[in-house]
């Protein structure tokens, strides 16, 4: 484990007390506000990392202000364990309110009614079928809200949304309910027995050391500067034209290929990100090599299908249905490696005597509770009883498989734009069998199945293993985690709504799965039995390298890179930075040894912080003042 364990909090500090819980939620309602606000206006991604900026600044801030209040007596500074708390809800607040999770919900509400045209039928295709308890159908109050220059508190305004705003939250409530009950189940398994080395969570971990041991580290000042400097030298430039700018993020050698086949390729950047070379050093070396590697073997396999006349086929090489079966495969192994674990968590939640009995009998009972209220919340909205434990199955199998990499191996990124459980049930059974009144449920769902970079679920387990790191209570925490979750989801609605009506809803990107919708409806199908294949060979595919890096240890193609990669805008601007900080690393390891690692990773992790603290202070001050600044990741 590569934490420093060398200094460990008191048994005797308190755990998660309420004013660390009040001190979340009162960060996580302005930090709410900056996501939704960032993602409607200013176009930076801050959730589309694994690593979210906005809540390391926080914590930043917070460990700064708890080193002088230790001057003025241990009772008024914050504990470890109640700083990690707060770093905990905040991250899980963000992933609620992220990039693919309620920032897409959203528009849902209203998509389905304003953009519905004679041409695109959508009034007599489905608008039948649309929970009138989820959306808003009022066209002339929807005039007013897209229209903008209005205020939701004006003539009432806000009474037409209570309804569906209230349902949605106890939604979402209820689905990350589900998600603590799984990892409170599972827990136990990856960090105690397996010891996961939780990557992603390193920084946060080493920001909230006694007496500030992480910020007396002179190489983390070195790699500060080098990220941070860059960071502040480019913003300068945005705001002085004049002067000259570094040139991270230019060089794209995709247009350099114009003749056939090599102009399959496509849009290929390669940036050199500050952050992204920090974070990518955290991973284990045959990650980091593993994506680099599989993201050009994608690529090489769209020329290999132009020049073997295949691009002729709809959707070659097929990297969604391959990366779907790849990360099912990836879920299978893992659960099946847990399977004697899952098997005692059972027996102990029954058992009395059991030491765990209780925490294991409380993750069955929210588990459980979750999962009936969405049950009870999906057949509702209009899908058939028997697709809904398909639909959420799926869903949760995807949400371990994440929830797995990231725990065992930190990627800085997971984007799975179609390994979603409409697109597999769809795939699977055809549109005809399904139904009118289930697909329009699919289509009021799409908003958080959409493309899983801001999955809560990954979030909980590394909040849990921070806990166990300071000996924090796992069922005190999960309370916070879930309020957490309730108090940003309503934060969201309220900030997005109200944004809406202030500067018109036009300003938002019109999300929704009713496009998807139309097309389903018209150009019903039957199974798609090419989609399905593909789906088998990801899925063979992944086990053949997990077969294959049992036998042979050196193997260093990871079967996680595989999945990671295929079907991914986002990995397209990070590849590069992960080949930079896996050759530095390689390098490190080879003439230094893991004593040279050990000696070069704060310099990385400074790396990390700098871009994060200086190119989001360029972000904030956007906001703040409406000014046009450097963007540091988009």
Known sequence: ????????????????????????ILLIIPNVYFLIYNHIYLSALPTTISLFFNVVMCLFVLALINLGLHKFGERWALTRRELLTIYSMLAVGSAMSGHDMLQTVVPALTHGYWYATPENEWQSLFWRYLPRWLVIQDTGDLAIYYRGESSVYWSGHYKLWLTPILWWT???????????????????????????????VQLPYKLTEPKGAFFRSKVMWIGFAVSGGIALWNGIHVLKPFLPQIPTRQFEIGQYFTQRPWNAIGWTPMYMLPFAIGMAFLMPLDLSFSMWFFYLFWKMLKVLGSAMGLRSLPGFPYDGPQTTGAYLMLAFLVLWGS?????????????????????????????????????????????????????????????????????????????MYQATPHKILVDALGTRRLGVSTLTSFAMLWGFNRGYRAHPMPHILEGFRLGEQVKTPPMRLAFAMLIAAFVASATAFWAFIQMSYRNGADANPPWGGFQHLQTWLFYASSPRTLELSFMGVGAMVTLILQLLRQRFLWLSL???????????????????????????????????????YRSALPFFMGLLLGDYLVGGSWIILRWLTGIQTYVFWR
């Open 1 to 24: 484990m590569p934490y420093d364990s060398k200094v460990q909090e008191s048994p005797r500090a308190p755990t998660v007390t309420f004013r660390s819980i009040w001190l979340g």
């Open 170 to 200: 106890t939604f979402f409530a209820a689905l990350v309910a589900v998600m603590l009950g799984i990892n409170m189940m599972l827990r136990v398994a990856w960090t105690a027995k397996e010891k996961l080395a939780f990557p992603i």
């Open 339 to 415: 399977r004697r674990h899952l098997v005692s968590v059972f027996r102990s939640a029954f058992t009395r005597r059991a030491d765990s009995g209780w925490e294991y009998r409380f993750a069955l009972i929210m588990g459980a509770s979750g999962l009936a209220w969405l049950f009870l919340l999906a057949h509702r909205m209009g899908m058939s009883w028997w697709v809904i434990p398909l639909y959420f199955g799926i869903y949760y199998i995807m949400g371990v498989s994440i929830t797995r990499v990231r725990a065992q191996l930190g990627p800085p990124t997971h984007e």
């Open 558 to 596: 990871h079967p996680a890179a595989y999945a990671l990669t295929g079907s991914t805008w986002t990995l397209s601007w990070l590849w590069f930075s992960i080949f930079l900080s896996w050759l530095g690393k390689w390098v490190i390891i080879k003439h230094n040894g893991i004593k040279g």
